[in-house]
């Protein structure tokens, strides 16, 4: 079994930026690909990026290439999302996933993620 936990969320103004975490824990965290899906209100949840589970390869969507970056501590079980240069089309619940097969490639598809987090709120004002 995998928990997740996100923070680091928060209101910032357009430009801005921020840094979420994601925590997990089991023993598993090193092997699994993890990803950072978001849901804006209104919205369908939408895939933002993913990692594998060494770190060397990550995968974007095209709405936040070269805005947002995804990296992972995996001494910490830790994942992270920076985001860069936020825009209020980026406001939006922001949560971390985890899949549950382990050492395979990454995926932008939800329903190959098995363990999700809460959620947190990310607000960028105007």
């Known amino acids: 079994q995998v928990q997740l936990v996100e923070s680091g969320g928060g209101l910032v103004q357009a430009g801005g930026s921020l840094r979420l975490s994601c925590a997990a824990s089991g023993r598993t965290f090193s092997r699994s690909v993890m990803a950072w899906f978001r849901q804006a209100p209104g919205k369908e949840r939408e895939f933002v990026a993913a990692i594998n589970w060494s770190g060397d390869s990550t995968s974007y969507a095209d709405s936040v290439k070269g805005q947002f970056t995804i990296s992972r501590d995996n001494a910490k079980n830790t994942v992270y999302l920076q985001m860069n240069s936020l825009k209020p089309e980026d406001t939006a619940v922001y949560y971390c996933?985890?899949?549950?097969?382990?050492?395979?490639?990454?995926?932008?598809?939800?329903?190959?993620?098995?363990?999700w987090g809460q959620g947190t709120q990310v607000t960028v004002s105007s």
């Open positions: 996933a985890a899949r549950e097969t382990l050492l395979v490639t990454i995926s932008s598809r939800q329903y190959h993620y098995k363990y």
